[in-house]
């Protein structure tokens, strides 16, 4: 491996900007490559393995909790060791354990080594964040973030087809050997291409403890907590749809499931392009804040919206009025989350690795707690996912009038570092 570049010369990376980008946005698409394209193999793994249902299961479980849990430990990492060793580090075990995972000859093994797959491959989630607040500042960092979500924003959306044309040529194991090739291809583009970005000057020195001691000064930046908790709370609201949409769209409102393909992908088209608005048209006209809150006031709008026609007050609805409202939620996400992320690492170039190690584990970890709420009174209503989209998003609401307080004027210490 040749050696870091020395200096890390900024300016030459702001120029490789759609290098840059196209690294950035293969590293944060790989994490839900992982989770989706094996989906439609599920069935054939509970064959194969001689396994129940409910223990395949688990490797989504094993796999997203190492998502959660990894980037706690790599953003840290990331601040004391610079940002391209702990991402090799993190993308090489992502590849041994993958290739495990092809040959795995038990659910047991393949869950522990989906939970190693996770753990690494949140190194590209954290790290990705990071890189990006290490380069840009203000509205640039905010029209990076939704140029990112736009290649983030389609990976969940194609990951499953290409799962499905995979399984046309080989097994279940064949969609591991693939993920394993784009894992091996992006580590090397990550060795040839991603320069450093963090400078030697500014890297933390300590341990654990200092690591400990940032992520509690962090927390304690009132400011900074209200974007983290109220952007957690808006994924969450997309958790409780993702996890919901197949069963309110197929088995309540009776659609094929072509339709809810047709559906789902319309609604992830609607986030993609609300993203792109609010990167190239609405940040430097508007304020960051005034972006997010309209974000926030759209979806909890379309939130009490669903929960009222779910619930009956306009009587029996259609699937069409639901999936509107579905709709209208979901494309306000692409306010609602780039700004979230770029309002808060503007706080913390200090320590932009664990900020964005709090901010990634904490959205992975509410979402996965909102979302088996959804099924909590049974498969023939979807009050359930309507009650919890709206208390995600009003208590978001909550979080960003509360905590953040937008209203005051904080041009100046809003650039600031804050420090444990």
């Not at 709370?233 to 072509?258: D, K, M, R, T």
Request: hydrophobic share 55%.
């Amino acid at each position: 491996m040749p050696a870091a570049p020395g200096p890390l010369a900024t300016d030459s990376a702001r120029r490789a900007g759609i290098l840059v980008t196209l690294v950035l946005g293969g590293l944060t698409a790989l994490p839900p490559l992982s989770m989706d394209m094996y989906l439609p193999a599920l069935p054939a793994v509970t064959d194969s393995l001689h396994a129940p249902a409910a223990t395949v299961q688990l490797t989504l479980t094993a796999c997203l909790t190492g998502m959660a849990l990894g980037q706690l430990v790599v953003g840290p990492m990331s601040d004391r060791w610079g940002r391209r060793k702990p991402l090799l580090l993190g993308m090489i075990i992502y590849v041994v354990a993958t290739a495990i995972c092809a040959f795995a000859p038990s659910a047991e093994l393949l869950i522990g080594f989906r939970l190693l797959q996770g753990l690494a491959g949140a190194a590209g989630i954290v790290i990705s964040r990071a890189v990006v607040r290490d380069l840009y500042d203000g509205m640039e960092m905010a029209r990076f973030f939704s140029t990112l979500m736009l290649i983030s924003g389609v990976a969940p959306v194609i990951a499953p087809v290409i799962g499905g044309q995979v399984l046309r040529f080989t097994d279940w194991r064949g969609i591991f050997v693939v993920l394993t090739a784009v894992g091996v291809l992006l580590t090397l583009i990550v060795w040839k291409w991603l320069h450093e970005t963090l400078p030697e000057e500014e890297r933390h020195t300590g341990g654990i403890g200092e690591a400990l001691r940032t992520m509690r000064g962090l927390l304690a930046d009132r400011v900074f907590t209200g974007y983290m908790i109220a952007g957690s709370l808006a994924f969450a609201a997309l958790f409780a749809y993702v996890s919901a949409s197949p069963f309110v769209v197929q088995e309540i409102y009776g659609a094929s499931p072509q339709t809810f393909s047709l559906l789902f992908g319309i609604n992830s088209i609607g986030l993609i392009t609300v993203g792109q608005i609010n990167g190239k048209v609405l940040v430097g006209r508007i304020s960051l804040d005034k972006a997010l809150g309209l974000g926030l006031a759209v979806i909890s709008l379309a939130a009490v919206a669903l929960l009222l026609m779910t619930s009956g007050v306009f009587g029996d609805v259609g699937l069409l009025p639901v999936a509107t409202g579905l709709f209208v939620l979901m494309s306000a996400m692409g306010l609602a989350m780039p700004n979230t992320n770029a309002q808060a690492l503007m706080r913390t170039k200090h320590a932009a690795g664990s900020a964005s190690a709090l901010l990634g584990t904490t959205s992975f970890l509410v979402g996965a707690i909102a979302s088996p709420l959804v099924g909590i009174a049974g498969e023939q209503t979807a009050v359930p996912m309507a009650v919890v989209q709206v208390v995600c998003a009003l208590s978001a609401v909550a979080c960003f009038l509360g905590l953040c307080r937008p209203w005051q004027n904080r041009g100046g210490p809003q650039d600031q570092p804050t420090r444990g």
